[in-house]
C-alpha cells in the first residue's frame, strides 16, 4: 500500500476575514491534495476585521458538501501574551490560540496548517507526507522554515532555509551580526540574544502558511500535556511559532524545509505581496477579496451568490454584531 492510499491528514485554517480567499485556499487544497486529508477544521475567530463579520455562511453554503468542522472559540487572541498554567488548564482560554483545537481534536497522524489566503498548485501534502516518510523518528514538522527575509545571517549568506540547524554562532559573533544591519523587531531580538536565545535564531520558526505536524508529538510535547509552548501565538518571540520552534529544535526534534513556492502561494492577490497589509487597509482587503473572487468564478465549479438562507443567517449575525458594538461603545463610555 502507497503512502497515499495508507496516511490521512486533519486541516486546520482561520477564518478571520476573508471569505473569498478562505473557500480558495480550501478548494485549490483539496484540488491537489484531497487523497490524503480527512476533515478540515475551520476556527472562526470571534473578532473579524473590516467588519466582514458573515463569512462562515457564505463557507457553509459553498463548501457544504466538504468534510469541515467549524469552531468559534469563546475568546480572540488579540497578540498579548497569554498566561502559561491558565493555558494548560483552561480549555476555552486555550482554544483562542489559532489552529490549537484542531491539534487537540483530531484522530489523524498529522494536521496541516495553512494560512486561508493561500492558493495551492500542487500536492503540497503528499510532498510533505514522503518527507515524514523518510524521517527521521523525532521528525516534527515539515514546511517552509525560517524568516529569511528579515534576517541577518541569510543577507551574509551563512545560514538558510535548508540548513538551519547548521548555523550555530556564538552570543557575541550573533550581537555583531544583528548590529551590523538594520533590522524589524531589534528590542525583541536583542533582548532573545541576552537570554541566551541563539539558535535557532531569533526569526527562525516552521511557518504556518502551510506546516505539516505530527499530531503525537505535538500533543506529548507541547501545552496542554507538555511544557513547550504552543505552535502559533506570541509567547514573548519575535513572530508565532518561533518561541515553540526554539523549545523544539533544542529538544533534539527535527524540522525539515519545503519551499513554499513549490506547491502555494502565499496571498496572490494582494498588490503588497503579504497577508497581514490588508487588515489594516480597506482597499487592499476589499480588492484582494474581489480578485479571490473572480478567481473562483473562473477556475472551480461554484455559485457564489448567497441564498435566501445565507442572507437571512448574514442579516441576523449583522444585527447582532452591530448591537455589541453599541453596547461596548456604551458601556466604556460611562466607564471614563
Known amino acids: 500500500m502507497s503512502i497515499k492510499q495508507k496516511k490521512k491528514v486533519d486541516v486546520s485554517v482561520c477564518l478571520y476575514g476573508k471569505p473569498y480567499h478562505t473557500i480558495l485556499a480550501i478548494k485549490s487544497l483539496l484540488k491537489h491534495s484531497r487523497e490524503h486529508i480527512n476533515k478540515i477544521y475551520v476556527t472562526v475567530e470571534k473578532n473579524q476585521p473590516q467588519k466582514d463579520s458573515n463569512g462562515m455562511y457564505l463557507l457553509k453554503q459553498v463548501l457544504k458538501d466538504e468534510p469541515i468542522v467549524y469552531f468559534k472559540p469563546k475568546y480572540f487572541y488579540n497578540l498579548g501574551e497569554l498566561d502559561f498554567e491558565r493555558t494548560r488548564n483552561d480549555?476555552?482560554?486555550?482554544?483562542?490560540?489559532?489552529?490549537?483545537?484542531?491539534?487537540e481534536q483530531s484522530d489523524q497522524d498529522y494536521v496541516l496548517v495553512i494560512h486561508n489566503d493561500c492558493l495551492f498548485h500542487d500536492d503540497a501534502v503528499g510532498k510533505m507526507?514522503?518527507?515524514?516518510?523518510?524521517?527521521?523518528?523525532?521528525?516534527?514538522?515539515?514546511?517552509?522554515i525560517g524568516q529569511c527575509w528579515v534576517c541577518p545571517a541569510a543577507f551574509e549568506n551563512k545560514c538558510k532555509s535548508s540548513?538551519?540547524?547548521?548555523?550555530?554562532?556564538?552570543?557575541?559573533?550573533?550581537?555583531?551580526?544583528?548590529?551590523?544591519?538594520?533590522?524589524?523587531?531589534?528590542?525583541?531580538?536583542?533582548?532573545?540574544?541576552?537570554?541566551?536565545?541563539?539558535?535557532?535564531?531569533?526569526?527562525?520558526?516552521?511557518?504556518?502558511?502551510?506546516?505539516?505536524?505530527?499530531?503525537?508529538?505535538?500533543?506529548?510535547?507541547?501545552?496542554?500535556?507538555?511544557?513547550?509552548?504552543?505552535?502559533?501565538?506570541?509567547?514573548?518571540?519575535?513572530?508565532?511559532?518561533?518561541?515553540?520552534?526554539?523549545?523544539m529544535v533544542n529538544q533534539g526534534y527535527v524540522f525539515k524545509h519545503h519551499r513554499l513556492e513549490d506547491f502555494a502561494t502565499h496571498s496572490p492577490f494582494n498588490?503588497?505581496?503579504?497577508?497581514?497589509?490588508?487588515?489594516?487597509?480597506?482597499?487592499?482587503?476589499?480588492?484582494?477579496?474581489?480578485?479571490?473572487?473572480?478567481?473562483?468564478?473562473?477556475?472551480?465549479?461554484?455559485?457564489?451568490?448567497?441564498?435566501?438562507?445565507?442572507k437571512v443567517l448574514s442579516a441576523i449575525n449583522t444585527v447582532k454584531v452591530s448591537t455589541k458594538r453599541v453596547l461596548v461603545k456604551t458601556i466604556n463610555r460611562f466607564r471614563k
Open 91 to 103: 480549555a476555552k482560554y486555550r482554544y483562542q490560540i489559532p489552529y490549537q483545537y484542531a491539534f
Open 129 to 144: 507526507l514522503e518527507t515524514f516518510e523518510k524521517g527521521p523518528e523525532k521528525l516534527a514538522g515539515t514546511g517552509a
Open 163 to 247: 540548513t538551519f540547524d547548521q548555523y550555530k554562532p556564538t552570543k557575541s559573533e550573533l550581537i555583531e551580526m544583528m548590529n551590523r544591519h538594520d533590522i524589524p523587531r531589534r528590542e525583541v531580538t536583542m533582548r532573545l540574544i541576552n537570554e541566551g536565545k541563539i539558535h535557532p535564531l531569533p526569526e527562525c520558526r516552521l511557518n504556518e502558511h502551510a506546516a505539516l505536524i505530527s499530531t503525537a508529538i505535538y500533543r506529548e510535547s507541547s501545552l496542554p500535556k507538555g511544557n513547550n509552548v504552543t505552535f502559533a501565538a506570541g509567547w514573548g518571540g519575535n513572530d508565532w511559532g518561533t518561541v515553540w520552534f526554539h523549545q
Open 271 to 310: 498588490s503588497l505581496g503579504n497577508g497581514i497589509s490588508a487588515y489594516s487597509n480597506s482597499d487592499i482587503y476589499w480588492n484582494s477579496e474581489e480578485l479571490a473572487k473572480k478567481h473562483l468564478l473562473e477556475n472551480y465549479n461554484v455559485s457564489l451568490k448567497p441564498k435566501p438562507k445565507t
